[in-house]
């Protein structure tokens, strides 16, 4: 945020007051509004950005984790119900597991497989039906997709399993940076399949494990395990 956005704050969150200048040099005035008291809620995914001061007005910070399988599961059926949609729930668990803790991605499987079930004549979606429905958009047991993989797959096999830069790794994989240190490196690192070091991103034991492939003993693969 602009550090000067945050500090016209400052006034707004401490005493209710928003102070506007108005003119400028030396006929320039400040006028002091007064505001309705109100609550300020905010959330970010990039904390860092945010300047020390303005972190430390927020009387309650919290940090929110990823949901689990059994609450992605309510959620899924919660939405069926509004959408009118069939499903048996070892089916939404089935949804929930690759979700990746997220419940705007539980709720696109869920759309994705009700297109597949609208095809078959029983429109009813059963765990077999959500298996192949996934099988097809390319979202494995894990969750990861074909992204996922992709950067995996380039960490272990261009570069023997790294350390890579996050640069280098954005051009091998034609993808911007930020997009792959926002979007796909946290869930990597949640699930264990990357390490960050001080010399780049390495592919774990659990990520050659996954994708089935052999596990090649380099050097920095050898420090790491």
Known sequence: MNRVIEEVLYGAMEDFTLDIIIG?????RTVKLELPRFTLVGATTRTGLLSSPLRDRFGIQCRLQYYSAEELQIIILRSAAKLEIEIVEEAALEMARRARGTPRVANRILKRCRDFADLQTSGVIGLALVQESLEKLGVDLEGLDSMDRMILETIIHKFKGG????????????????????VYEPFLLLKGFIQRTPRGRVATEQAYQHLQIPLAHTES?????
């Open 24 to 28: 400028e040099g030396p006929s320039a």
């Open 163 to 182: 350390p890579v830069g996050l640069g280098t790794l954005s051009a091998s994989v034609s993808e911007e940076k930020d997009t792959l240190e926002d």
């Open 221 to 225: 693969q050898m420090q790491l395990f």
